[in-house]
């Protein structure tokens, strides 16, 4: 059974930093683009950012372009989501998932939740 | 930027009953249309990918059609598990995007 499963999140202030991770299982990880998507509270779904299964290629949404890096290490089968500058309209659940170069998401992890509030 | 307008917002139906989706694109998407069911408090899921396709494990009573710019999910006989919020989104370029969201609800 292919699984992602997020960690990293929590409360931080604005301006501040943090690094999501994503460790992906069932699946020959390097085969696949992977993505990161975000849910604020009682919204809707916003792409943030994708990465092709060799890592060389990455795609950012503008909200985030400049302030969140994405990159993966497929030693290790895992994604991962460096956000600096944070602000308060980032809160939300980010999702890692499977999918987004040339395919739809198939595959959702569980989320974890990003709070920016002073 | 390519924007995806869903309509309607709300649709209040009882099982039993057909449900019809829209989602319109500001542009051609081609057939790089999928659609995702999220119910309160969970994942969502994907239900319909190149505008027609189902994916693994979904009923044989949600369909998807259309191409270029409009697009309709089909639900032929809504179950109680059918009521959810569910989501359009595109591929065919960057960035991806999503559209606001169809709610389900029970009539």
């Known amino acids: 059974e292919v699984q992602m499963l997020e960690s990293g999140g929590g409360l931080v202030q604005p301006g501040g930093s943090l690094r999501l991770s994503c460790a992906a299982s069932?699946?020959?990880?390097?085969?696949?683009?992977m993505t990161w998507v975000r849910q604020a509270p009682g919204k809707g779904l916003e792409w943030v950012s994708t990465?092709?299964?060799?890592?060389?290629?990455?795609f950012y949404a503008d909200s985030v372009k400049g302030r969140f890096t994405i990159s993966r290490d497929n030693s290790k089968n895992t994604v991962y989501l460096q956000m600096n500058s944070l602000r308060a309209q980032d809160t939300a659940v980010y999702h890692c998932?499977?999918?987004?170069?040339?395919?739809?998401?198939?595959?959702w992890g569980q989320g974890t939740m990003v709070t920016v509030s002073s | 930027e390519i924007v995806l307008t869903q309509s309607p917002a709300t649709l209040s139906l009882s099982p039993g009953e057909r449900a019809t989706l829209s989602c319109r694109a500001s542009?051609?998407?081609?057939?790089?249309l999928a659609w995702y069911q999220q119910k309160p408090g969970q994942t969502p899921r994907l239900l319909i990918y190149d505008a027609s396709n189902r994916a693994t494990g979904i009923p044989a009573r949600f369909s998807g059609s259309g191409s270029g710019t409009d697009f309709t999910l089909t639900i032929s006989s809504l179950e109680p598990e059918d009521f959810a919020v569910y989501y359009c989104?595109?591929?065919?370029?960057?960035?991806?995007?999503f559209g606001q969201g169809t709610r389900v609800e029970i009539k």
């Open positions: 069932g699946l020959t990880f390097g085969k696949y683009a």
């Open positions: 989104q595109q591929r065919d370029n960057w960035p991806r995007t």
């Open positions: 542009q051609s998407v081609n057939s790089y």
């Open positions: 990465i092709s299964g060799n890592g060389d290629t990455t």
């Open positions: 998932v499977k999918g987004g170069h040339f395919s739809a998401y198939d595959i």
